[in-house]
Nanobody
Framework: QVQLVESGGGLVQPGGSLSLSCAASGRIFRISAMGWYRQAPGNKRELVASISSGGTTNYTDSVKGRFTISRDNAKNTLYLQMKHLKSEDTAVYYC?????????????????WGQGTQVTVSS
């Protein structure tokens, strides 16, 4: 069973930056597409950034140019660097993986959700 542990969230002012990490157990991480999701109160969980096993990235329009997803397969770790944060980025952020980008979009994921990490953007 793959386990995912997110960290790095916190309180930041608008325009600030944060870096999130996701530590994954299991060899499947290296061959999987990985994604960062977020869920704000009252909203559905949404995929905001993804990266293939080969390093191809995708971003939802609202975070393009501000967020950068990366991965270190040797460390089984996924990262999300967030800059120019806005109040609408406030959410609990989660990571997860799947066989392809489409599987990430469709919610066909290989692990149960972790506890997530809270990101709050507020002055």
């Amino acid at each position: 069973q793959v386990q995912l542990v997110e960290s790095g969230g916190g309180l930041v002012q608008p325009g600030g930056s944060l870096s999130l990490s996701c530590a994954a157990s299991g060899r499947i991480f290296r061959i999987s597409a990985m994604g960062w999701y977020r869920q704000a109160p009252g909203n559905k969980r949404e995929l905001v950034a993804s990266i293939s096993s080969g390093g191809t990235t995708n971003y939802t329009d609202s975070v393009k140019g501000r967020f950068t997803i990366s991965r270190d397969n040797a460390k089984n770790t996924l990262y999300l660097q967030m800059k120019h944060l806005k109040s609408e980025d406030t959410a609990v952020y989660y990571c997860n993986g799947g066989a392809s980008f489409r599987r990430l979009v469709n919610g066909e994921l290989f692990a149960a959700w972790g506890q997530g990490t809270q990101v709050t953007v507020s002055s």
